[in-house]
């Protein structure tokens, strides 16, 4: 079974730091990954989508990198700012010879990130 | 924009009641499902469907029943709520089409059995 894994778990800095958020997980033999945004209390937000044959996505600030054969993934927030604050999770999907997964998730815990002005 | 609904932000409900969930999205995604959220426990999958009148079970369905009549719309049913089903409900679909598999998801339902 698929386990994904975030580091750190909770991550506390001043506005205008770059950021680096780590996900892993154990297989590698992964359809896609995922990376959304939860503010407390709602949803989540789609942040970058990265498919297995890329190696990373780009939205604005967000920078999302994929290391398939090790098992990694890093998401890069360039020039934070308070509004960034919000948990950030990772979510992969197994690959369809993995057998039938019908498009279902595996998601890491998570991590908090909190921006201060 | 795909747009994923959910009928309640907030629920409240007795011990042994029977809960509706509903879930509505507006692109004609073929996949739907049900998740709950708990601190330090992680989002867990409930039930998914992927296709009108099919479902399978996720990690944690005990307690818990699905229908869908129509692709648009996903329900989750509660069949005697119980204080341990108290929790955040979230609800996503995506489609296989296009390559594209992006998950959305739904504002999420906070629901308290008492």
């Known amino acids: 079974k698929q386990e994904v894994t975030q580091i750190p778990a909770a991550l506390s800095v001043p506005e205008g730091e770059n950021l680096v958020l780590n996900c892993s997980f154990t297989d590698s033999a992964i359809y896609n990954l995922q990376w959304f945004r939860q503010d407390p209390g709602k949803g989540l937000t789609s942040l970058l989508l990265?498919?297995?044959?890329?190696r990373e996505q780009t939205s604005g600030r967000l920078n999302a990198s994929l290391d398939k054969s090790s098992g990694r993934s890093t998401l890069y927030i360039a020039a934070s700012q308070p509004g960034d604050s919000a948990t950030y999770l990772c979510a992969v999907r197994p690959s369809k010879n993995r057998g039938s997964t019908l498009g279902r998730l595996y998601f890491g815990r998570g991590t908090q990130l909190t921006v201060w002005p | 924009d795909v747009k994923v609904t959910q009928s309640s932000r907030y629920l409240v409900k007795r011990t042994g009641e029977k809960v509706f969930l509903e879930c509505v999205q507006d692109m004609d995604h073929e996949n739907m499902f049900w998740y709950r959220q708990d601190p330090g426990l992680g989002l867990r999958l409930i039930y998914f469907?992927?296709?009108?009148?099919?479902?399978e079970k996720g990690d944690i369905p005990e307690g818990y029943s699905v229908s869908r009549e129509k692709k648009e719309r996903f329900s989750l049913i509660l069949e005697s709520a119980s204080t341990n089903q108290t929790s955040m409900y979230l609800c996503?679909?995506?489609?296989?089409?296009?390559?594209?598999?992006?998950?959305?998801f739904g504002p999420g339902t906070r629901l308290t059995v008492l």
């Open positions: 996503a679909s995506s489609s296989d089409r296009g390559g594209g598999n992006e998950q959305f």
């Open positions: 469907s992927y296709d009108v009148k099919m479902k």
């Open positions: 990265i498919q297995s044959s890329q």
